[in-house]
T-cell receptor, first 113, second 112 residues
Framework: EPEVTQTPSHQVTQMGQEVILRCVPI?????FYWYRQILGQKVEFLVS????????KSEIFDDQFSVERPDGSNFTLKIRSTKLEDSAMYFC???????????FGNGTRLTVT | RKEVEQDPGPFNVPEGATVAFNCTYS??????FFWYRQDCRKEPKLLMS???SGNEDGRFTAQLNRASQYISLLIRDSKLSDSATYLC?????????????FGKGTKLSVKP
């Protein structure tokens, strides 16, 4: 079964540094998403991406965040200047259309020190 | 505010028991409803979509009551491998079909 893959599985960075989290969505999917989950809390929507542009973003997704699909396979989340409160598990997800259930990657655990 | 509320549990049940989880959602514009399961420190995995007429998948039965904005999940003959956190998930509605709102989850622990 095709999978969404994310790298790295764990990223440790210092406060103020930039990080890029990488995702390879399922190949025939058209809708891409980033979610995050702070330890012990619920999964939260960050951003959705379709047709090479952001279709929706949450209030969490401020100017420090950006997404990009640099080629036909990768989908990245960049945090420009990390804060301690950015420490969380970040999940990439993709879907073939806007109404089908999403397939989640196995996540990147980001630790900001 | 668009929210999904679940009983956090934990539900501790013996193998073979039947257990039911409930969920309420606040956004009446939501159109898609799901149950996901999440194992500790892993990604959410789709368990089943929830349809208005109710649907069943093996030991799992999901129900939706749009009028009450209420979703349920019933697990029959629970197995040790059912131990996980069960997430009630609805879409945001209003055209944002793929953007999902997650509940905090209900933790299930099935004991031998």
């Amino acid at each position: 079964e095709p999978e969404v893959t994310q790298t790295p599985s764990h990223q440790v960075t210092q406060m103020g540094q930039e990080v890029i989290l990488r995702c390879v969505p399922i190949s025939n999917h058209l809708y891409f998403y980033w979610y995050r989950q702070i330890l012990g809390q619920k999964v939260e929507f960050l951003v959705s991406f379709y047709n090479n542009e952001i279709s929706e973003k949450s209030e969490i997704f401020d100017d420090q965040f950006s997404v990009e699909r640099p080629d036909g396979s990768n989908f990245t989340l960049k945090i420009r200047s990390t804060k301690l409160e950015d420490s969380a598990m970040y999940f990439c997800a993709s879907g073939p259309d806007y109404s089908s259930p999403l397939h989640f990657g196995n996540g990147t655990r980001l630790t900001v020190t | 505010r668009k929210e999904v509320e679940q009983d956090p549990g934990p539900f501790n049940v013996p193998e073979g028991a039947t257990v039911a989880f409930n969920c309420t959602y606040s956004n009446s514009a939501s159109q898609s409803f799901f149950w996901y399961r999440q194992d500790c420190r892993k990604e959410p995995k789709l368990l089943m979509s929830v349809y208005s007429s109710g649907n069943e998948d093996g030991r799992f039965t999901a129900q939706l009551n749009r009028a009450s904005q209420y979703i349920s999940l019933l697990i029959r003959d629970s197995k040790l491998s059912d131990s996980a956190t069960y997430l009630c998930v609805v879409n945001m509605g209003g055209g944002s079909q793929g953007n999902l709102i997650f509940g905090k989850g209900t933790k299930l622990s099935v004991k031998p």
